[in-house]
């Protein structure tokens, strides 16, 4: 969804967005319930924990103290252009700002988080944004409670409106 502004290239060089420590676990996918049960037909052995109406992947702690998504390989994501929204618009984050959508961006993004203001906003602008608010709406699973750490970029209405 981001091929314009972010190349796969740069995306299968770092997996930064696929591992999670324990204090950005609440970043991990939200799955909506189909999704689910075609995740569960790929690969029976994946565990889900629910999350609203919705799931996560049961990421079980590694060695090392991170979790890594099971969907994550060798080559990146098993999952294409198929992964979850979420992952799809990443860096890019929906959250909820006192009562309003907001767009907002991870600053982990090594690539992203660098480019310049202009070029971020022009790629919501292309109508991402609307995308992104209209999943939103449809989901609201997948609103983030708001972080200061996570610049604003767009705001939008007011949620449930
Ligand atoms: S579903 Fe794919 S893109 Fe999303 S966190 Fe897992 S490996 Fe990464």
Do not use: Q
Request: aromatic content about 12%.
């Amino acid at each position: 969804m981001l091929k314009d502004i972010l190349s796969p290239s740069d995306c299968a060089k770092c997996r930064v967005c696929c591992v999670f420590d324990h204090y950005d676990l609440w970043e991990s996918p939200i799955i909506p319930d189909e999704m689910k049960k075609s995740l569960s037909e790929l690969d029976p052995e994946l565990e889900f924990i629910p999350r609203n109406d919705s799931w996560v992947f049961n990421m079980n702690g590694s060695d090392d103290g991170l979790y890594y998504c099971p969907m994550l390989t060798d080559n990146g994501c098993r999952l294409g252009d198929s992964k979850p929204f979420d992952c799809r618009i990443w860096p890019y984050r929906v959250m909820d700002f006192r009562g309003r959508f907001v767009i907002t961006i991870a600053s982990i993004c090594p690539v992203m988080y660098k480019k310049p203001l202009n070029a971020l906003i022009a790629e919501l602008d292309s109508g991402l944004a609307d995308t992104i608010f209209a999943e939103a709406e449809n989901n609201p699973d997948i609103i983030k409670e708001y972080d200061n750490g996570y610049p604003i970029l767009k705001v939008g209405g007011y949620i449930g409106e």
